[in-house]
């Protein structure tokens, strides 16, 4: 067990100060800081100010926002995990080979973190990248990653979900996504019409290692132009199984 002095009780607020900041909430004052993280307000003060005086947070006189450099810390950590090393190759052949974008990413709480991508074109408004998160609940390598834990535990994640719509698409009944991802177990593989955004359409498998366990998800996203969304599965799932038995292979 971890000797409670060996931890750095400044290290654990300034990172818990960083992850207060959000896509949805990216100018927060001292006070939100506070309130977000249950760090008085002098500690989230003195915490935002290292930030800023380090160069990792702009300061406006109120309201402070991550600046690019702080990047320097997830895109690093990102970048040295061997398994987006192992992946980065087969995503750019399989991308050029269906000539759409292809991504790869891991399960963290409720979320996915893209960890790899090739892009051919782009189809979402936002720009996706490794260290991108996106809701688990209505993406399909999301729905992929939580079809592979026990079934009351990725019940408890949907019900901690925020299930707000994202459109008009959107699943919102808890009920109702636990249905989707048992097919996703029985199928091996998730397709999404236009959950995420309008007007896009993915289909996603997962990757094992060559123990069988499930270790990511790699998925293709592309314009909904086709008839029906299951059109996905005739036109894509030979090429994304193909990597995935390659991939199998090669990963532990």
């Known amino acids: 067990m971890l000797n409670k002095t060996d931890v750095i009780g400044s290290l654990a607020k300034g990172l818990k100060v960083i992850e207060a900041f959000r896509a949805e909430r990216p100018k927060l004052a001292i ?71 292809t991504s790869v990413s891991i399960l963290d709480d409720n979320e ?33 990653l939580v079809s592979g834990l026990p079934e009351a535990e990725a019940r408890a994640l949907i019900e901690a979900s925020d299930l707000t719509p994202r459109t008009a698409f959107s699943l919102t009944d808890p009920d109702e996504i636990m249905k989707r991802i048992r097919l996703v177990r029985e199928n091996g593989y998730a397709v999404i019409d236009q959950e995420v955004e309008s007007g896009l359409r993915s289909i996603a498998v997962p990757l094992y290692g060559s123990s069988g ?35 199998r292979r090669v990963l532990r």
């Open 112 to 144: 996915i973190v893209y960890i790899a991508r090739a892009v051919q074109r782009r189809v979402m408004s936002i720009g996706l990248m490794p260290g991108s998160r996106l809701p688990a609940h209505c993406t399909s390598m999301g729905r992929v």
């Open 31 to 101: 006070s939100d800081v506070s309130e977000i993280t249950g760090l008085d307000r002098a500690t989230a003060r003195r915490c935002l100010l290292t930030l800023h005086e380090l160069g990792y947070a702009a300061y406006d006189g109120k309201f402070f926002t991550l600046t690019p450099r702080i990047m320097r810390l997830g895109m690093g950590a990102l970048a040295a995990l061997p398994l987006a090393q192992m992946v980065q190759p087969w995503l750019d052949q399989l991308s050029e080979q269906i000539g759409q974008s």
């Open 213 to 247: 366990r499930m270790v990511a998800a790699l998925n293709t996203g592309v314009a909904a132009v086709q008839a029906e969304a299951g059109d996905l599965i005739q036109l894509y799932l030979p090429a994304l199984l193909k990597v995935q038995d390659g991939l």
